[in-house]
């Protein structure tokens, strides 16, 4: 009962767009918290979490942001910043991006999003992401545009950030390759089942 006045409740609040994806995205958290993952895969879910905070507190406040949009063309420019999150939820939300959020605790509940236009990603907003650093996929917290990373260059910490960048990927990295793995068991073990019993 709870799930369709949920969704109500985003038809009413939100634009069509912005309403069809969160629906969308919080059916596919739900389905991807109901996984089992194995301790290795949660334990990596539960470090990209961290190494996000990490990134994200490293970057620090920064300029960059607040006006990378400013003049282009809607939906990059609908806001002054953000230009990077112009794109489409489904696609910075992938699989491997949603199962290490669900893993990590990320639940329906954490995804809120903005209550204004709809311009490329259902949580940029205009005055950026409403989403906690925690609950953004670890590519939102990975990208470092050329304008960004003059301005971390000019405070003497981009080689810093970027150690901690490549941590970051190696980490999703591997987590993808271990939920890929699962997967491909999880389809497979009806069949060695059925050739064992043979």
Known sequence: MLLPIERLLVR?????SRADEL???KARLRRERAQRPGSEERGLALELRRLKAEVAQAVGAVDACSTCATGKRAPRGTFAGGDCCAGITS???DDDQLAALAQAGTRPRDLTPPRAAHAGCAFRGPTGCTLDTTHRP??????TCITLRKELRARGDLAAIDRKLDELARAM??????RAERLDDELFAPLAEALADR
């Open 138 to 143: 670890a590519r939102c917290v990975h990208y």
């Open 91 to 93: 696609d910075l939300f």
């Open 12 to 16: 009413v609040r939100q634009v069509p």
């Open 23 to 25: 629906i969308a995205l």
């Open 173 to 178: 990295k591997r987590f993808a390759q271990l």
